[in-house]
């Protein structure tokens, strides 16, 4: 089966730097994604690692290493609007299915 | 490009009744996932169509249900009600590709009294 863990709340300061950690067991690895939620909205996609590094996007970036089972989100440059919902997903590659963690819910103080 | 649409956007039964729920997919795109999501649970997978087939299924009991028509649109069905069922139910589609993106739909709000 799968297993995919991340902290439950995390708080942070407006225009600081936080990284939300993500650690999963799958059987049969075939990508990781990021998604930001907000209240009471849908998720949208932030990112997908497959292969192990670091992968950029503006202030967003995506760490993995497949050989620990291990992901994080890195937010730089902390803004109000990223208090938000974090959701690390793992794809299996035996059956195409995205297994979701339960979410880290941020809070940015100003 | 329209995004996912699901509808209704809220809904309201009781226990023992069935509901049916919608989601019309990004234009193109093949695949839906339907997902429920509990404050305690958090995402949980349903179940993914793609061109008309179920092509993976979660653990949730024989309640609830689905299907998808040709032109991709899917429905869910969840029969006899239980307290529990209330949840935002979520469909996600993609092009059905093992690396493509999911990209979700506002939710349906199904509160069961």
């Known amino acids: 089966g799968q297993n995919i863990d991340q902290p439950t709340e995390m708080t942070a300061t407006e225009g600081a730097i936080v990284q939300i950690n993500c650690t999963y067991q799958?059987?049969?690895?075939?990508?990781l994604f990021w998604y930001q939620q907000h209240a009471a909205e849908a998720p949208t996609f932030l990112s997908y690692n497959v292969l192990d590094g670091l992968e950029e996007k503006g202030r967003f970036s995506s760490f993995l290493s497949r050989s620990k089972g291990y992901s994080y989100l890195l937010l730089k440059e902390l803004q109000m609007k990223d208090s938000a919902s974090y959701l690390c997903?793992?794809?299996?590659?035996?059956?195409?299915?995205?297994?979701f963690g339960k979410g880290t819910r941020l809070h940015i103080l100003p | 490009k329209a995004g996912v649409t699901q509808t209704p956007r809220y809904l309201i039964k009781t226990r023992g009744q069935q509901v049916t729920l919608s989601c019309s997919p990004i234009s193109g795109h093949r695949s839906v996932s339907w997902y429920q999501q509990t404050p305690g649970q958090g995402l949980q997978f349903l179940f993914e169509?793609?061109?008309?087939?179920?092509?993976n299924k979660g653990n949730f009991p024989g309640r609830f249900s689905g299907r998808q028509f040709s032109n991709s649109r899917s429905e869910m069905n969840v029969s006899t009600l239980e307290l529990g069922d209330s949840a935002l139910y979520l469909c996600?589609?993609?092009?059905?590709?093992?690396?493509?993106?999911?990209?979700f739909g506002p939710g349906t709000r199904l509160t069961v009294l």
């Open positions: 996600a589609s993609s092009s059905g590709l093992a690396s493509d993106t999911q990209y």
């Open positions: 799958t059987s049969g690895f075939n990508g």
């Open positions: 169509y793609f061109s008309e087939t179920q092509r």
């Open positions: 997903a793992v794809r299996d590659h035996r059956d195409d299915k995205i297994i």
